[in-house]
């Protein structure tokens, strides 16, 4: 069974920083696309940030450009979030999860229903 397993979250000042990590099992990672997204009570799944399956090709929401930073590493099969700057909005429960590719594609999907596998969540918390 595939797992997808996040770490890193925790409590931290507006203008501090935090790296989230997601190890996976039991996946050939470099046919899937790697996505963040977040989640707040009562609100929808929203998409942070993307990689390729290659890692060539990024993608952000507006809010977080030139504040996070989304890599992988296929050898470590590991998708890393890397997130500066953090504001009171940014406060949620992070998920990472993956997109199976069929062929190699540079581009990702927005929408989280593409994604067939998801971690538990790890929980990040701004304070003001």
């Known amino acids: 069974q595939v797992q997808l397993v996040e770490s890193g979250g925790g409590l931290v000042q507006a203008g501090g920083s935090l790296r989230l990590s997601c190890a996976a099992s039991r996946l050939t990672f470099g046919n899937y696309a790697l996505g963040w997204f977040r989640q707040t009570p009562g609100k929808e799944r929203e998409f942070v940030a993307a990689i390729s399956q290659s890692g060539s090709h990024t993608y952000y929401t507006d809010s977080v450009k030139g504040r996070f930073t989304i890599s992988r590493d296929n050898a470590k099969i590991a998708v890393y979030l890397q997130m500066n700057s953090l504001k009171p909005e940014d406060t949620a429960l992070y998920y990472c999860?993956?997109?199976?590719?069929?062929?190699?594609?540079?581009?990702?999907?927005?929408?989280?229903?593409?994604?067939?596998?998801w971690g538990q969540g790890t929980q990040v918390t701004v304070s003001s």
């Open positions: 999860a993956a997109d199976l590719r069929l062929f190699p594609r540079t581009d990702v999907s927005y929408n989280a229903d593409s994604y067939e596998y």
